[in-house]
């Protein structure tokens, strides 16, 4: 590392460009027939949102309700039956292939084996996807892995299952606030390995409220004894609107950044010496193993359809959505606004994409993977060179140690420092006006 001061390593985790935090309402209410009228419809990826958990998690701020009271999920499946109907006709009467499928949320898995079963329906039937011959990744948690939903996932086609274990140790999980017990971790793992899905992802959480090296070490030995396909590594946030937000941090900022740093490489070498490959920060594959569908950075291409309150749609042009909260009572007035609305035809809250910005989002998509990009590909992409666009920013990630500089001619890679501080770099490719618009959005 060079002595050039650099950002903080924590700042945000960007999973998305621009941010949801940077939509607004849209005053014109673009026809979605006409968004899509020129867009390529042969490779799209189909993502499903369930907005529903039976906790909600200290660090959680997604998109989510904790329960769903009546016949809420039903009244739910029924707008996203009616979405979707409308969504398949403004693609119009061509042919339509999706390349990959998605079930996240939330917890689909909250959904009965019968509801997952009409979801997969939705998608088939409504929307065209043959979830059997493409991906399809769908997330769960410990408490709703049972056998009967698990088994209607892989009956469906289902090749990669998430589950989000966060801790093994119960304190920790106590810490993060995620009630949950190891016994019933291991249990519901025992179920998912049973139901015979191709890919088993584990999540895990550093950072947490009184981890150490060695609780660390532990839960990322429990996982492995499990031999995942797939394990992600999340470093833990506090952030507005969340459990763990409405409490002080228990050490400084710069204190928690370089625990979090330290037990970030613990946990990266830990895999590595066990067999494990790393694809991106967070995401690590265990060698050999054959992967389910694109890397974590795909749904962020072009050609992606979201059905469900809570998730985006994205064309060439604009990003759409419908409205975000963290608050639970605003989250819980969105959904009911959801269940409630008969027309989906038009994009309500989104993100018109210009090509300066879709330049941002393509360096930003392809440098925080760790095979990098390779820039002949972005200069074919977009009549430029990378240098001619981002040079400034290029130099600087140089100063800060973040470039690979033995990386072949033509391929512009992270080094392990840049890949530890991905989380910092990432903002730091942010435009000033996706800034502007996140910093002027009041959190509800």
């Known amino acids: 590392m060079t002595g050039t001061p650099h950002p903080r390593p924590y700042r945000s985790y960007v999973y998305a460009y621009p941010h949801k935090t ?18 390529p419809k042969d490779a ?20 989510t309700r904790i329960g769903a009271p009546g016949e809420l999920t039903t009244r739910y499946l029924d707008a996203l039956d009616r979405q979707a109907v409308a969504v398949r006709e403004a693609l119009g009467g061509g042919p339509v292939r999706f ?27 409504r929307m065209g996807a043959d979830l059997r011959a493409v991906p399809l990744s769908v997330e769960t948690s410990p408490a709703t892995a049972t056998a009967d939903r698990l088994a209607v996932l892989a009956g469906r086609g289902a090749t ?23 016994a019933d971790v291991e249990a519901a793992l ?9 890919v088993l992802n584990v999540d895990l959480i550093y950072g947490i409220d009184g981890q150490t090296a060695e609780s660390w070490r532990y839960s990322l ?25 409405r409490s002080a941090p228990a050490e400084s900022d710069r204190e928690w950044d370089e625990r979090r740093l330290r037990l970030y490489r613990q946990g990266r070498d830990h895999l590595l010496a066990h067999g494990y490959e790393q694809v991106s920060m967070r995401m690590f594959r265990r060698s050999g193993a054959v992967p389910a569908g694109p890397d974590d950075h795909a749904c962020q291409t072009d050609g992606m359809i979201g059905l469900g309150c809570g998730a985006r749609s994205y064309t060439s042009a604009l990003h759409y959505s419908f409205d975000y909260a963290v608050d639970m009572r605003e989250i819980r007035s969105i959904i009911d606004a959801y269940t409630g609305t008969a027309d989906f035809s038009r994009a309500e809250v989104g993100r018109w994409v210009d090509g300066a910005e879709a330049r941002r989002r393509h360096l930003l998509q392809s440098l925080l993977q760790a095979a990098g990009m390779e820039t002949a590909g972005y200069e074919e992409r977009f009549g430029s060179t ?39 770099l990432g903002p730091e490719l942010f435009s000033p006006a996706v800034r502007a618009a996140m910093a002027a959005y009041e959190p509800k």
């Open 190 to 198: 025992g179920r998912i390995r049973d139901a015979g899905v191709p």
């Open 22 to 39: 940077a939509y607004r309402p849209l005053p014109e209410r673009p026809e979605l027939a006409a968004l899509w009228a020129d867009e």
């Open 99 to 125: 390349a990959a499928a998605a079930f996240g949320g939330g917890t689909p898995t909250f959904l009965t084996a019968a509801e997952l079963e009409r979801l997969c329906d939705i998608a088939e039937d």
């Open 160 to 182: 990669r299952l998430s589950i989000g274990v966060q801790s093994f140790v119960d304190a920790e999980a106590r810490a993060a606030v995620r009630p949950q017990r190891r």
């Open 386 to 424: 990378v240098q001619e666009d981002f040079g400034a920013e290029l130099e600087r990630f140089a100063a800060y140690g973040w470039l690979d500089g033995s990386a072949p001619e033509g391929l512009l890679r992270l080094s392990p420092e840049g890949l530890a501080h991905s989380d910092g």
């Open 221 to 245: 030995d429990a996982a492995l004894a499990w031999r995942p396909e797939e394990l992600y590594l999340y470093p833990l946030y506090v952030r507005p609107l969340t459990g763990l937000g």
């Open 44 to 63: 799209l990826a189909l993502y499903a949102h369930v907005p529903f958990c039976e906790v909600r998690c200290g660090f959680c701020n997604l998109f």
